[in-house]
């Protein structure tokens, strides 16, 4: 087990060895006959020297979760996030955790702590969005959906997402709005525009609908949106088919 911790201090630039040194590590804890003695071992050489080893205590942690010991693999995957704040690998296996043991408020509590140092992470906003939905919390769910963009109001990607989630929602005004967005930050990109028209189309809006498929069809797009052009074409067809109804 030494060895194995001397291996990821000693680990070269190299992704392989890196990996290998994880790799390593994992499988020593794995066939430890008495992984809480290490733990306890670890615990008094930090309290002796001031020096703990993140990455121990994270693979300490994800073995403690495979073995579903989930007090000590929270345990040490907190003390892992402490010494690595911006590890989202060890936030990710303590929601991990508390999902794995139905504890919904720890999960939520859990990815509050997450994105406080993840800030800019806008699936996480809509991750907290959907869990405080599933506890009843919609005040708290609409701040979470409204964070995606607020934390990054010029992105595209964010207006994307949170158009997405306003679509699940039945919102459709604000999702049409979110993809207006969308198409003005990437005007280089037809995605924004495709999703703008079917949006259109869902309300019943056929003329601003066929004005977004005009600036689709006006639009020399590059050559990687190979389907482009037949995506304007269904457009053009659901426009044509419910102004006729």
């Known amino acids: 087990m030494e060895a194995a911790c001397g291996a990821i201090v000693s680990w070269t630039q190299a992704d392989e060895d ?33 020096l703990d080893n993140p990455l121990a205590r994270k693979t300490i942690g994800q073995v403690y979760l495979e073995q579903q010991k989930f ?11 402490q010494l690595q704040p911006n590890d989202a690998e060890t936030h990710r296996l303590l929601i991990q955790c508390f999902d794995m043991q139905q504890d919904k408020q720890g999960a939520v509590a859990q990815m509050l702590r997450t994105l406080e140092v993840s800030r800019r992470d806008i699936q996480l906003y809509r991750d907290l969005g959907s869990r405080f939905e599933s506890l009843g919390r919609p005040d708290d769910a609409e701040r979470a959906y409204s964070s995606i963009v607020e934390v990054l109001p010029s992105e595209a990607a964010s207006h994307a997402l949170l158009a997405e989630v306003r679509q699940q929602q039945d919102r459709w005004p604000d999702a049409i709005g979110h993809w207006q967005q969308v198409a003005q930050i990437r005007s280089l990109e037809p995605t924004g525009l495709l999703r703008l028209a079917a949006a259109q189309i869902h309300q019943r809006q056929w003329d601003q609908a066929g004005e977004s498929v005009s600036q689709l069809r006006a639009h020399v797009w590059p050559v990687r949106f190979t389907d482009v052009n037949a995506e304007i074409g269904r457009l053009q067809r659901e426009i044509a088919a419910g102004r006729s109804k």
Do not use: C, H, M
């Open 18 to 50: 890196r990996q290998l040194a994880r790799d390593t590590l994992k499988g020593v804890l794995r066939q430890a006959e008495d992984l809480d003695a290490y733990v306890a071992q670890l615990d008094r050489q930090e309290a002796e020297t001031g």
């Open 71 to 81: 007090p000590q693999a929270v345990s040490a995957l907190q003390t892992a996030a």
